[in-house]
């Protein structure tokens, strides 16, 4: 059974600051892993989906990049902003799966 | 803007009692999910429906919960009776693809 998880639970960065988040997965038979952003009483906003064939994606100022030998993903935001703040959950589907193994997340605090 | 959407947005029910949540998948969407989220637990995956038919509902306790599409325009989640152990948020997210999930705002239910 696949699990995934994300360390730290909470992480505070000074605005400006370059950080990266990270997330671990137990089975390295993925389909692929996605990044989701979920803002405070709302639901979850797709950012990144790396293919398992990939070992990066990016967007804008967001960098996602795979590793399935490790068992890890990890989210990389550029020149960080309050507007970052929110909380990062990764989530990675087995082949042939339609099941989203979620972590916990890390809950962004980005400081002016 | 086509979004999901899930009503009620916010449920306070005693034990016992009968709780239907409702969600408006994106038009054309073919697959629809519904997750529930604690701090706990984190989110986990409830019920899978493709083109209306349930394909997977193992995540459920089936003795209380029920998952249905009555038309491509409606899915429901009814848990009868509810328990406070249900206190959770509930989400419903569709897509075309298992991988390519929108996700709506939630319905946060508390059961006293």
């Known amino acids: 059974k696949q699990e995934v998880t994300q360390i730290p639970a909470a992480l505070s960065v000074p605005e400006g600051e370059n950080l990266v988040l990270n997330c671990s997965f137990t089975d390295s038979a993925i389909y692929n892993l996605q990044w989701f952003r979920q803002d405070p009483g709302k639901g979850l906003t797709s950012l990144l989906l790396?293919?398992?064939?990939?070992r990066e994606q990016t967007s804008g100022r967001l960098n996602a990049s795979l590793d399935k030998s490790s068992g890890r993903s990890t989210l990389y935001i550029a020149a960080s902003q309050p507007g970052d703040s929110a909380t990062y959950l990764c989530a990675a589907s087995g082949a042939g799966s339609y099941q989203l193994t979620f972590g916990k997340g890390t809950k962004l605090s980005v400081i002016p | 803007d086509a979004r999901v959407t899930q009503t009620p947005r916010h449920k306070v029910t005693e034990m016992g009692q009968e709780v239907t949540m409702r969600c408006q998948p994106i038009l054309g969407h073919n697959t629809v999910f519904w997750y529930r989220q604690t701090m706990m637990q984190g989110l986990e995956l409830l019920a899978y429906?493709?083109?209306?038919?349930?394909?997977?509902d193992s995540g459920m306790p089936k003795d209380r919960f029920s998952a249905e599409m009555p038309d491509a325009t409606l899915a429901t989640l009814k848990i009868q009776p509810s328990e406070p152990r249900d206190s959770a948020v509930y989400f419903c997210?569709?897509?075309?693809?298992?991988?390519?999930?929108?996700f709506g705002p939630g319905t946060r239910l508390t059961v006293t």
């Open positions: 997210a569709s897509g075309l693809s298992y991988y390519e999930q929108y």
């Open positions: 790396i293919q398992s064939s990939q």
């Open positions: 429906f493709r083109n209306r038919a349930p394909l997977d």
